[in-house]
């Protein structure tokens, strides 16, 4: 490659990473800012662990906000709720179906709740008819009329319990409402709904159900509902209801995350594991609402082991106070300029030709046909269209990188080392070095994607199996032709590559050796099909609590295949062949080369706070490193004692 032009492309890569720097310092600010995560219980499991114990709701309330709780979330009663209770009841009348309601209160709050709704009350009076209602409601003094079967009113909620708001209310805490999408809902109905419930005092709505408010093609509408109030909306993290993601387009990404296990998943769970989750959850997923199911119902102490099983979770979750308790907000929008992703865009297009310079059989002419070409689609991309364009150039990169972080000449060179002084060393400093460069390309995925969709996940990463899969892919072709000689012309480079390829097609396989590269494949499938938003294969419960132990010990928790897989493979592929041992180091090196790989998809998650990622990365890249230089030493000792007993 014309070195003039090398310099060239590690120009504009230099530049795109100060550049990617400067959108990941924006997002770091935004992440910075909104630490504070929200506690909620639900009304209705205090008010059974109120009765259990024989204590007020007030003051079953009140035990639990010295351990952290911030808010209870309502349900919002139905008509069939009412039924249920007694609270109003069926009446023989010949004029139609009559219901006689508790109190004047509750039918008032009917009324205002139906009309809130859409339904036009029609005037009735306890003794006379209200035509052409369907369904009349009365009390002993008052009354109104529905053109609406019972049966299709029965499951419209009519708003909060006020017993329930004011206990919430005197116990300092905020209550959070949990409502129903109703039939028949508009733009005005949905506004009216929540204006009600800020009125009571309500900040956050969390829906119940299968539906959100705006399902289906409502988005819009629903959003501007929510923003003219205002009112947040908590999106439940892994709910599946139907129009979450939709509404949450709608709002531009702005609400809060909330993360629950739900009664029947708390049953299978111990404590240590519940608190494990929930504070994982917050600390690692940008959750900003927790809201926890109790513990247990059974025993005298139930109110106290409740208590510090909250107190447990808000411990967790604190961790020495990098975490804070109160009203949940939505994230701010980071804000990066457009100049500064059309900047990153160029960076990861140098990175692509220089790729090709390094790693394909061409001529001079073809990197620079690859810098223009990628120049050209890479900006167009981020400009046109700057969501779906940084993906997609986010995803480049993320090939792109570790895969020039592993193109180690000596080792895919196909070529025999002579004995290196201080292997271990060499092979520790070779790591560094690959690592490096993938956290360059980690750089540009950070700041290619700094925006509030990705931070919240609305968006995320496209291509994580790709990101995985393709580095692992080139690097094995290569490990079988070697890198393209320096120096030659493209039909001397492509001409020297089929010749080792051949060379090693050649060779004559051996059981041993033909096991040990279909465990390898078995390794990297294995780890294809655990990647992604939905893996093919679950986590067992033995990794589960090895990784609540690694969290508990170590600043943060590595990912298992960087610290157990990756990184030593890659430590002990290269001290082989330093040592002279090249014939297992490409592909032991090839295997290794899945810790890059992982390094930067750690950054791919980001919904995953940046600060919390950058420990993780460094921490695998530390305790992998001294795993691999551990298996090296192991190595060399079983073969010095092999010397030592062999026949002279």
């Not at 997002?27 to 910075?32: G, K, L, T």
């Not at 132990?549 to 170590?554: G, P």
Request: glycine letters at 10%.
């Amino acid at each position: 490659m014309n070195p003039t032009f090398r310099r060239l492309l590690l120009a504009l890569i230099a530049l795109g990473a100060l550049a990617g720097l400067y959108a990941a310092g924006m997002r770091y600010r935004v992440e910075s800012r909104n630490r504070r995560v929200e506690i909620t219980l639900d009304m209705l499991e205090i008010q059974r662990l109120a009765d259990l114990s024989g204590k007020t709701l007030g003051e079953t309330i009140a035990a639990f906000k010295p351990a952290g709780v911030t808010s209870i979330a309502i349900v919002e009663q139905t008509v069939g709720d009412l039924m249920q209770s007694g609270r109003i009841t069926a009446q023989t009348d010949t004029a139609g179906p009559l219901w006689h309601v508790q109190d004047n209160r509750l039918l008032a709050r009917m009324r205002n709740e139906f009309r809130a709704r859409g339904f036009v009350p029609i005037s009735a009076s306890p003794s006379g008819p209200a035509k052409p209602a369907k369904t009349r409601f009365v009390s002993k003094s008052d009354g109104f009329g529905l053109a609406a079967d019972i049966d299709t009113i029965r499951t419209f909620g009519i708003g909060l319990d006020p017993a329930g708001l004011s206990a919430v209310r005197s116990a300092g805490l905020t209550p959070v409402a949990r409502i129903s999408n109703f039939p028949g809902a508009s733009e005005t109905t949905m506004s009216n709904v929540l204006a009600r419930l800020s009125a009571s005092g309500v900040a956050t709505v969390i829906f119940q159900g299968t539906e959100v408010f705006g399902y289906r093609g409502l988005y819009a509408q629903a959003a501007a509902a929510f923003t003219q109030m205002p009112m947040l909306f908590g999106k439940v993290e892994f709910g599946k209801q139907k129009g979450e993601d939709s509404l949450s387009v709608a709002l531009n990404s702005s609400y809060v995350r909330v993360h629950s296990i739900s009664e029947g998943e708390m049953a299978t769970l111990d404590e240590s594991e519940a608190i494990d989750r929930l504070a994982r959850a917050a600390r690692e997923r940008n959750i900003r609402l927790c809201y926890i199911r109790m513990l247990t119902f059974s025993g005298a102490d139930a109110l106290e082991r409740n208590v510090g099983y909250i107190s447990s979770i808000t411990r967790a979750t604190s961790r020495g106070g990098e975490m804070k308790f109160g009203k949940a907000h939505p994230f701010d929008e980071p804000g990066v300029p457009a100049w500064a992703r059309v900047i990153m865009a160029l960076g990861v297009a140098a990175a692509a030709a220089l790729l090709v310079a390094s790693a394909a059989p061409v001529g001079e002419f073809a990197p620079k046909a690859v810098l223009a070409l990628a120049a050209v689609v890479c900006v167009g991309l981020v400009v046109a269209s700057p969501q779906m364009g940084a993906k997609l150039v986010a995803l480049v990169a993320a090939i792109v990188f570790p895969t020039l972080g592993c193109l180690h000449r000596g080792i895919l060179s196909r070529g025999y080392s002579a004995e290196t002084p201080f292997p271990a060393k060499r092979a520790a400093a070779a790591l560094i070095t690959a690592s490096a460069v993938t956290f360059v390309g980690a750089v540009y995925v950070v700041g290619l994607l700094a925006m509030r969709t990705f931070m919240v996940k609305t968006d995320g990463f496209a291509g994580i199996k790709a990101a995985h899969g393709l580095p692992l892919l080139i690097l094995a072709v290569l490990a079988v032709t070697g890198l393209p000689s320096l120096g030659s012309d493209a039909r001397s480079k492509l001409a020297a590559m089929r010749e080792r390829a051949a060379a090693f097609l050649g060779e004559p396989t051996r059981v041993g050796g033909l096991l040990l590269a279909l465990v390898a494949l078995g390794v990297v499938a294995l780890i294809l099909m655990r990647t992604g938003n939905e893996p093919g294969v679950g986590v067992s419960g033995i990794e589960l609590k090895f990784r609540a132990l690694l969290d508990r010990f170590l600043p943060a928790r590595p990912r298992t295949k960087e610290f157990l897989i990756g990184h030593p493979a890659f430590v002990v592929a290269l001290g082989l062949w330093y040592r002279g041992r090249s014939k297992w180091a490409p592909p032991l090196f090839v295997v290794g080369a899945i810790g890059q790989v992982s390094i930067l998809n750690t950054f791919c998650h980001i919904h995953t706070p940046l600060y919390l990622s950058g420990v993780r990365a460094v921490t695998g890249l530390i305790v992998g490193g001294l795993i691999g230089c551990a298996a090296l030493w192991l190595i060399w000792l079983m073969q010095s004692r092999s010397a030592r007993r062999a026949p002279a």
